[in-house]
Nanobody
Framework: VQLQASGGGLVQPGGSLRLSCAAS????????IGWFRQVPGKEREWVAC????????YFTDSVKGRFTLSRDNAANTAYLEMNNLKPEDTAVYYC????????????????????WGQGTLVTVSS
């Protein structure tokens, strides 16, 4: 089982990025996928998650209305679409998989996830 995050980069404030989380070894759509971010020297922060089958999505308040979640089942990949990016969104972003079928909710605690991607750096700066 493996998750691979990608898509980070340098973007100006107000810009957009789409992060990808490609899964192997399991069917991504069956399970919850969470996104976290971490700034050096700070604790990891939960950003968003989607329940099994993309039944429900949840976002931390600071990204609501700007970030969305989606999945491409054929590609076994989840996406975090980030719009209207702000400098405070700068961080290393991680995706994580919770291999427990739940179409209603998804975990917000990192310890509840079974597998993690390697992280991808997002820098929002002019």
């Amino acid at each position: 089982v493996q998750l691979q995050a990608s898509g980070g980069g340098l973007v100006q404030p107000g810009g957009s990025l789409r992060l990808s989380c490609a899964a192997s070894g399991f069917t991504l759509d069956t399970y919850a996928i969470g996104w976290f971010r971490q700034v050096p020297g700070k604790e990891r922060e939960w950003v968003a998650c989607a329940s099994s089958r993309l039944g429900n999505t949840y976002f931390t308040d600071s990204v609501k209305g700007r970030f969305t979640l989606s999945r491409d089942n054929a590609a076994n990949t989840a996406y975090l679409e980030m719009n209207n990016l702000k400098p405070e969104d700068t961080a290393v972003y991680y995706c994580a998989g919770d291999l427990y079928y739940n179409p209603i909710g998804c975990p917000r605690g990192g310890h509840e996830y079974d597998y993690w991607g390697q992280g991808t750096l997002v820098t929002v700066s002019s």
